[in-house]
């Protein structure tokens, strides 16, 4: 059968459509680029914030009219809002079936079975180990440049805002194996780039079930997939404030090919709301692990998430957030109003009292702060030079490429003849807008050189940053801590 899906949400959500892709493939479904020719229409949802669901609402509809047209037309709802509304969905919207995350496994039976006896059916047992580990995804739509690897699924931090734990259930570690072998397999096919992902990378814990003295933390899963190649460029997200440790800082300052880029939300710049967030940290204690960054790894870009007018949120809790942005001065942020989920948290223990207009309003404050901060960050760079990996050519021009430095900064630049898509080339920057870099390329590189540094000064740097580490391991250890 044809199968056509579409995607909305995180890009662990993108990474689970490419299982999904897998799961069908394997079986002898193909993927197809329209709903006119397919044959089954899958939609990966979000349920983050409202407006998330009440798109894929919409799309449902659209859905549903196409169904009017092609009455074997079978609809299926995956993801987050497939988890948190069951059988509504089945009830209201016209769909054959909804699947959470952990039951895409199931996927093909379900098909069948509606074709063979029409029940509609809804799948969502969440589970406490399925990790997809031994699932090759499919790539799709993709630059064959960059990808994504989930290395945990779930979350256990009860942020009392996200609908995150209820739809995706309790926290579980990849076996570190079939993630460097993912990774691996990415270089072997001619990627440049992976990212690891997770809810909470640095809560990364996987532990030999048949040896549980051998274990495998964040950094040093970091450490295994930046030894595969130094050509093979290194993120990961989401970090969280309350779990980053020093390990991780190190391991980034000791490996060229670990971008300098931390995505490190913070959501509130005052206590008072953190607490009520349940984020488990304080504004002092954010601003000591910025500190922490900036010392390890001085160049580092720092990125962050806000959320404005949550329960209670008053004129001077905004005002806080306000300064500790100015205070860091992220790069670049993602910025939120404040969606009540059902069943949170909040949505039991507070009020959602911070009128509409005035959310509206501490928004676009935010926003405007940031878009000065993003572009004084950006007039910083004027004047040097980056290692650059193209990702493809700019949506204005087909003369001009796209990719990004080291600090997940976009930066745009001429082709020039012998340089494609997948090569590492020297960009030097000569202008800027809040939002990109806008370069000259410098020096085609055929071969990766490990940045500007020479080889025997990365060694030394290295050997000093490993015995910094060691150090803090050993002081970690001796307080019972992994
Ligand atoms: N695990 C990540 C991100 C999860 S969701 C983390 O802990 O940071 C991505 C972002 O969506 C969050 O960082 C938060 O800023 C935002 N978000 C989550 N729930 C929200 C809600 N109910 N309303 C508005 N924004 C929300
Ligand atoms: Fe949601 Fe918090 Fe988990 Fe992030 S860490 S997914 S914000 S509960
Ligand atoms: Fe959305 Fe689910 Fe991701 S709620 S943000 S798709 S984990």
């Known amino acids: 059968m044809k199968i056509y899906i579409e995607t909305y949400g995180c890009q662990m959500n993108i990474n689970d459509t490419e299982v999904v892709a897998s799961i069908l493939c394997k079986v002898g479904h193909t993927i197809c680029k329209s709903i006119e020719e397919a044959d089954v229409i899958l939609v990966n949802t979000c349920s983050v914030r409202d407006n998330a669901e009440q798109r894929v609402l919409g799309r449902l509809d659209v859905f549903a009219l196409q169904k009017k047209k092609n009455k074997n037309l079978i609809v299926g709802v995956l993801g987050c809002m497939a988890q948190r509304l069951k059988e509504d969905l089945l009830n209201n919207k016209n769909v054959d079936f909804t699947v959470g995350p952990d039951s895409?496994?199931?996927?093909?039976?379900?098909?069948?079975?509606?074709?063979?006896s029409g029940y509609k059916k809804t799948e969502t047992i969440l589970s406490l180990k399925e990790t997809y580990s031994d699932i090759e995804p499919v790539r799709m739509d993709s630059n064959h440049v960059s990808a994504f690897i989930s290395i945990t699924r779930g979350c256990n931090n009860m942020c009392s805002y996200c609908i995150v734990p209820f739809t995706r259930g309790r926290e579980r570690s990849r076996d570190p194996k079939s993630i460097v072998r993912e990774a691996e397999y990415l270089f072997a096919k001619g990627y440049k780039e992976v990212t690891l992902l997770g809810q909470n990378v640095d809560s990364?814990?996987?532990?030999?079930?048949?040896?549980?003295?051998?274990?495998?933390?964040?950094?040093?899963?970091?450490?295994?997939?930046?030894?595969?190649?130094?050509?093979l460029r290194v993120r990961f997200q989401t970090s969280h404030p309350k779990d980053i440790r020093k390990g991780v800082l190190y391991t980034m300052a000791m490996y060229p090919n670990i971008c300098k880029h931390i995505h490190l939300p913070v959501q509130s710049g005052s206590n008072a709301q953190l607490e009520k967030m349940n984020r488990k940290y304080t504004r002092e204690d954010y601003l000591k692990k910025i500190a922490d960054i900036r010392e390890i790894i001085p160049n580092c870009a720092i990125s962050t998430d806000i959320i404005a007018g949550f329960c209670d949120e008053t004129e001077e809790d905004h005002k806080e957030t306000l300064s500790l942005m100015e205070e860091v001065?992220?790069?670049?942020?993602?910025?939120?109003?404040?969606?009540?989920?059902?069943?949170?948290?909040?949505?039991?223990?507070?009020?959602?009292?911070?009128?509409?207009?005035?959310?509206?309003?501490?928004?676009?404050?935010?926003?405007?702060?940031?878009?000065?901060?993003?572009?004084?960050?950006n007039q910083k760079d004027i004047g040097k030079i980056f290692e650059v990996l193209i990702e493809g050519t700019s949506k204005r021009s087909d003369k001009q490429l796209i990719g990004r430095n080291t600090n997940n900064k976009m930066c745009v630049f001429d082709a020039a003849d012998g340089v494609k898509v997948g090569d590492y080339v020297f960009v030097k920057i000569n202008n800027c807008t809040s939002a990109t870099l806008i370069g000259d390329i410098q020096e085609v590189k055929k071969t990766h050189h490990l940045?500007?540094?020479?080889?025997?000064?990365?060694?030394?740097?290295i050997k000093e940053l490993k015995r910094k580490r060691d150090e803090w391991l050993k002081k970690r250890e001796s307080e019972g801590k992994h």
């Open 204 to 231: 990364y814990f996987w532990a030999n079930p048949d040896n549980p003295t051998e274990s495998v933390n964040f950094f040093q899963l970091l450490e295994l997939v930046a030894l595969i190649d130094p050509t």
């Open 329 to 377: 001065k992220f790069d670049s942020a993602f910025m939120f109003q404040y969606s009540e989920r059902p069943n949170t948290l909040a949505a039991r223990k507070y009020s959602d009292n911070v009128p509409l207009e005035e959310k509206t309003k501490r928004l676009n404050e935010i926003i405007a702060l940031q878009n000065k901060l993003s572009l004084e960050s």
């Open 104 to 116: 895409y496994r199931e996927l093909p039976e379900i098909i069948a079975s509606r074709l063979e």
């Open 451 to 461: 940045h500007i540094k020479s080889i025997s000064e990365i060694k030394n740097d």
